[in-house]
């Protein structure tokens, strides 16, 4: 009795020893991405100073990019989803086949170039996961068993974004969505909630780190004027007049009433409000998220001038026939999982803006 007693504890002893093992590892790829991120930095720094050659912006276009009859609304933008993330440790994966299913964990095996190569490839519009670690906004998509991250520190990234921005003269605006998460808090204890005054710090990071770059709400409407009837009686600026900007944009979840009640007359906002669709319009509408393909949905959103982003793709699944109507549904915003932004592009379809046409290669592994 005494012996088998024995070998259960040493087996329990070994067992616990092992899972905080892995714990512990996984917990160390946010720091070794944090060290990662500096470095990278820092050598963006050293690249844009040693005679860097800005990317012609046609490249990527099929109209003039100085055509003032052309409005923001009225083009099409390609996205990545999930844009910041990077594959991560295998065990992480395990963990997610362990806790929700192995498919899931098997199609959440891929990861993105970093966001300044992404731009260099025509990317012009993101998504990023954010959370609020200790006192510093982070990105990371599921704490501890996904976690790794091209730009673990928000505040980098957006550095990073700048210095691109700064020395590619004449880029049409690159649209970032930002959706909040609160999930999975318990898997990481140094998260915290972010409330009213997280909201109000993110606003103030935002101003100060992209300064005249960032075009918000204000620069739309005066304290008198309603955004949602601005957008639909005038519609958008001209896409000359917001070349070489930056625009935030919250995903909607469980933050627009919090955010829009700091100031309902969204003068101080940095980020424009993002909706889902409703019978009826809140003041701040302006940008759409309709992630299904529903053609009569977006047609009605679009015709009032609204900027939709949709998904190309959906649950890691790659549909010409879907991909088709999302093209001729007339979302602005493309998004995908299988852009040439992916780190793997050899293993995938990838769906880039050409020329002339979106387009879907297939590369053979």
Do not use: C
Request: charged share 25%; glycine share 4%.
């Amino acid at each position: 009795m005494k012996k088998i007693l024995k070998i259960t504890v040493i087996t329990l002893t070994v067992v616990i020893a092992l899972f905080l093992m892995i714990v512990l590892r996984l917990y160390m790829v946010r720091s070794y991405d944090l060290s990662l991120q500096k470095r990278h930095i820092s050598s963006l720094n050293d690249y844009y100073d040693e005679n860097y050659e800005q990317i012609e912006e046609n490249v990527f276009l099929d109209f003039d990019i100085y055509n003032n009859d052309l409005a923001l609304n009225e083009i099409q933008i390609l996205a990545s989803h999930n844009s910041y993330k990077k594959k991560g440790p295998a065990i992480g994966k395990f963990f997610i086949g362990l806790g929700d299913s192995f498919a899931e964990a098997n199609a959440l095996k891929y990861g993105y170039k970093n966001i300044t190569e992404q731009l260099e490839l025509g990317i012009r519009s993101f998504e990023f996961d954010l959370r609020y670690r200790k006192d510093t906004f982070e990105l990371t998509h599921v704490p501890l068993v996904d976690p790794s991250s091209q730009a673990v520190n928000f505040e980098l990234l957006l550095e990073e974004i700048m210095l691109y921005s700064t020395h590619q003269e004449n880029h049409i605006p690159i649209i970032i969505l930002v959706e909040i998460k609160d999930d999975w808090m318990m898997l990481d204890p140094m998260l915290k909630n972010i409330e009213k005054d997280q909201l109000s710090l993110l606003d103030q990071l935002l101003k100060d780190k992209l300064k005249d770059r960032l075009f918000s709400p204000s620069d739309m409407i005066t304290e008198n004027e309603i955004l949602k009837d601005k957008i639909m009686s005038e519609g958008w600026p001209s896409l000359t007049e917001v070349l070489n900007k930056i625009i935030f944009v919250l995903h909607p979840g469980s933050f627009e009433q919090t955010y829009y009640d700091i100031d309902q007359s969204l003068q101080s906002q940095a980020m424009f409000i993002g909706s889902r669709h409703q019978e009826e319009y809140a003041n701040y509408a302006s940008f759409f998220v309709q992630n299904d393909v529903d053609m009569n949905i977006i047609s009605e959103l679009v015709e009032n001038n609204f900027i939709v982003r949709t998904r190309i793709d959906s649950n890691l699944i790659f549909s010409q026939d879907r991909y088709q109507d999302a093209i001729n549904s007339g979302a602005q915003i493309l998004t995908t999982d299988f852009s040439i932004g992916r780190s793997d592009l050899d293993l995938v379809d990838v769906i880039y803006l050409n020329k002339d046409k979106m387009i879907v290669q297939k590369v053979n592994s």
